[in-house]
């Protein structure tokens, strides 16, 4: 009989104020929390850990030298990783970033190469897009996969100088990370011979974590790996 009155305002609550999926906009049920049961069994998970030779590998090779790199969600178009990486990032939906950065977390938790990296460096907004956004919607992510493989993030060593429009033609991100000078590297004492985790959102040209990646390997003896919430296949 207790329980039956335990339950009533939970449910009422879940009338008045309904929470819904990040990923597929459904009721949540009270169990569930960011994405619904039927999402997280559906996420379109890459493996890339597990594999030898993945897409970014292959997009890398003979660009910078890097010792690891994986992405964790393919991103599809209308698909759940899409609205996931949406929600994140232009509806404010932080708790997204720690829900997926723990998930990912407990995949590579067992990887060798994490005992060997010595700091996360998240890559940074424009001071101008940060104020306007109020939040880098890649530090939920960063500071859960930071918790979970205990491996401090470093938010005052890579800064971006440059604010560059919103891009999504290929050819001209590329073409704009690539020639300017976007990045630049303050602290520079804090990674010397370290290696650093360089941790994005999307992988999409790569142009972006070349560019950060290139200034990072400018300071003496550091290395680097690179990990995304997700790749894009188009
Ligand atoms: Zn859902």
């Known amino acids: 009989m207790l329980k039956i009155f335990d339950e009533i305002p939970r449910n009422l609550l879940n009338v008045l104020f309904p929470v819904f999926c990040n990923g597929c906009s459904n009721l949540l049920l009270k169990n569930e929390n960011v994405i619904c049961t ?5 996420l379109p998970l890459t493996h890339h850990h597990t594999i030898t ?46 829900f997926l950065g723990n998930l990912y977390a407990d995949e590579l938790k067992n990887l060798e190469i994490f005992q060997e990296i010595d700091f996360i460096i ?22 859960a996969i930071e918790k979970n493989l205990t491996i401090p993030m470093l938010e005052d060593v890579l800064l971006k100088t440059k604010n560059l429009k919103s891009v999504t033609d290929k050819s001209k991100e590329s073409r704009l990370e690539n020639n300017k000078n976007v ?14 985790l360089i941790i994005d959102d999307v992988f999409t040209t790569g142009a972006t974590i070349e560019a950060c990646a290139k200034e990072i390997l400018k300071i003496k003896n550091t290395k680097i790996s690179i990990l995304t919430m997700a790749y894009s296949q188009s």
């Open 53 to 98: 030779e993945t897409e970014i590998d292959k997009a890398f090779y003979g660009l910078v030298p890097f010792e690891f790199a994986a992405s964790f969600l393919y991103f599809t178009k209308k698909g759940i990783s899409q609205n996931l990486i949406h929600n994140l990032k232009y509806k404010n939906r932080q708790e997204i970033g720690t």
């Open 122 to 143: 998240p890559v940074p907004l424009h001071t101008k897009r940060f104020h306007e956004r109020g939040y880098n919607q890649v530090t939920t992510f960063c500071k």
């Open 38 to 42: 039927k999402c997280l069994h559906n």
């Open 183 to 196: 990045f630049s590297i303050e602290n520079q004492g804090k990674i010397e011979g370290k290696h650093v």
